[in-house]
């Protein structure tokens, strides 16, 4: 029995110099990884933004055929409520009225017009306005709403063509800055 006790016990443990070690390695694969997740979400705010347009021209137009007046899609870029520069849009009726209330795009998310723009819709569902307002693009047929991500780099384009005819609206290109 008196071999036992003077036997030096081995511990099956870990020093705080290996612990120490693994969580410095755990940590710089976490500052990896974090990097890694943070361009995943990129041009989500585009896509919801480019979506929500095409819905509000869709909303605009159905509102000119239903209520037999027009309707105007007003656009721009404004200040948003958390103070960033964001686009904003509104559908207005014959009179001018808010047709629902002003939408924002996600913070960070901008039309490239540079003034406020709007695209009217007739009773039929065509588009209306004077030539000037609808530039040679496809001989006239349609106008194009641009889109884009506001960030110093890697910034994303997306354009929406609305066709004057018919007022159909369709997503056309998406650019990589």
């Not at 159905?62 to 656009?75: D, G, N, P, S, W």
């Not at 540079?114 to 009773?123: L, V």
């Not at 991500?149 to 004057?164: G, H, M, N, Q």
Request: with cysteine; glycine share 12%.
């Amino acid at each position: 029995m008196r071999e036992t006790l003077n036997k030096p016990c081995r511990r099956n443990a870990f020093t705080l110099i290996e612990m120490l070690a693994v969580l410095g390695i755990v940590g710089i694969m976490m500052v990896i990884a974090v990097g890694a997740f943070d361009s995943m979400g990129r041009g989500q705010g585009l896509r919801g933004g480019v979506l929500n347009v095409r819905s509000s021209l869709a909303l605009a137009r159905q509102y000119a055929v239903t209520h037999r007046e027009r309707a105007t899609l007003v656009f721009g870029n404004g200040m948003s409520p958390a103070g960033r520069r964001t686009g904003y849009y509104v559908i207005t009726n014959s009179a001018g009225q808010a047709i629902g209330a002003t939408n924002f795009l996600t913070d960070g998310i901008v039309f490239t017009n540079t003034s406020p723009d709007r695209i009217e819709f007739k009773y039929d569902g065509s588009c209306g306005g004077n030539s000037r307002s609808w530039p040679q693009l496809a001989g006239g047929l349609g106008r194009e709403i641009v889109i884009k991500e506001d960030r110093p780099k890697y910034s994303l384009t997306a354009t929406t063509v609305v066709f004057r005819l018919t007022g159909q609206a369709k997503s056309k290109v998406w650019v990589d800055d």
